[in-house]
């Protein structure tokens, strides 16, 4: 659970204000799909520089979410390019966009659970 | 307090901004760098939170820019990072960051963090106000005493000129009445009464004033000449018409001064010794310099009790106009020496002095690229000796 979403964290970091919680959801929401695709597009094109830019602003914003396992491999990324090491970037980049998706569902089922942890 | 972000990644932009909103802060967000320059170039900010890596303008390129602007007032600028490697906290400080919060942030530092750079802002603006009261306070003290130093050269001018003007006056009435018998002594003779003519002539005692005519005649205009002197050395001292520097012999300047505190050293019974040397021109500005050369005069004069000596002395010495006004008065205690050009320092009692003449002094000889050296004993007597040189240029800027 915590891998996808530290909801206790969440809960925290919006001091329990619902419908902040819900609004942070939506931008996210509206951000990641674009943020994803740039982070594709720059792994495709191999480009080290842009990808390092992708890979940390898509780690900023899942960050926020407490989400450990997106935050690791946005992580992953943004060190292998910072090194010039691109050998696995597809990998890890199936595995962001594996994990980012695991936490848009895990905020969907925040949202309907509308209680605590 | 109005806070500008400067925040790429909307899900922190949007957080952030609640939690200050929260906090009572009025926020501008901005979602670059580019946009956040604009937004502060355009605004009144105190306060920034900026990201570091940002598209266009990034973090530290952003406070280098807000750094570079010359606005008053100071800017605190809290950086947020992911990163915590020491050299980007240098990188940070040397780009003119305050402080730094990690992300994601926690909500309580940044909390007190940006407690801090309010109170750091508000400290700054509290400073700057007192900073400018002090500044006019102190305009208006250098005024005030710059009318006291007036006020001494206007009785004494008063009293010089009131001299002449009492014996010309009564001139002017003894030569009416001894005219008017000797008209009508005249006008006897050409009516042809000639014992009645002789008769005035002897009542009027006309002999008397046709032998001291010529020098009534000559002591009163004596006495015009000196009040025209007296109204052309203070207009030399004062140089009311000149607000630029030019060349001035301050042998001239000095002798100037002492015929403005004449009636004080006579009133004091002061003798006052002179020993002049021929000085070059210096290019100075010659009201400034005579309001010095008045300070230290009036000074010296006090210092003495009655039957003092001051001795006034110039020399040129190693390019430089030396003038020393030295006096065998009370002298200056030891403690009061550190203080001597301190503002508002006095050993005067409450409401005699402004404590602002040698400090206003101290401030225009230096000015004008000299010094002032004070040597004193007490019970022996004081010297300031005063060394300009021919010209400001050559010293100073």
Redesign the interface.
Known sequence: MDEELNRADLL????G?RD?LK??VE??R??YPGLLAEVKQTVDRRDAPALV?SA??L???V????ARAAHTAALRLETQARAGDLAQVEETYADLAAAVQRLDAALTRLLADGGGP | MKVLLAE?????R??LQ??LE?WGHEVTAAADGGEAWRLFEAGNFFLVVT?W?M?EIDGPELIRRIRACPRPGYVYVIMLT?RSRKEDVVQGMEAGANDFVT??FD?EELRVRIRAGERIVQLEHSLAQQNQALREAQAALVQSEKLASLGRVAAGVAHEINNPIAYVTNNLAVLRRDMQATFAALDAYRKGNADEAARLEEEGDIAYFQENFPRTCDKTLEGLRRVRDIVNNLRDFAHLDEAEFKEADLNAALESALEILQHEVKAKGVHVATQFEPLPAVLCHPGKINQVFFNLLVNAVQACGAGGIVAVRTRFEAGKAVVEVQDNGCGIKPEHRSRLFEPFFTTKPIGQGTGLGLSVSYGIIRDHGGNIEVESEVGRGTTFRVRIPLSPDKVTR
């Open positions: 925290d970091r919006v001091e204000d902040l609004e942070i931008v996210f509206d951000t830019r940390h602003t780690k900023g914003v960050a926020n979410f407490g | 790429d990644d909307p899900v922190s949007r957080l609640a939690h929260r990201d890596m598209p992911a992300k994601p909500r």
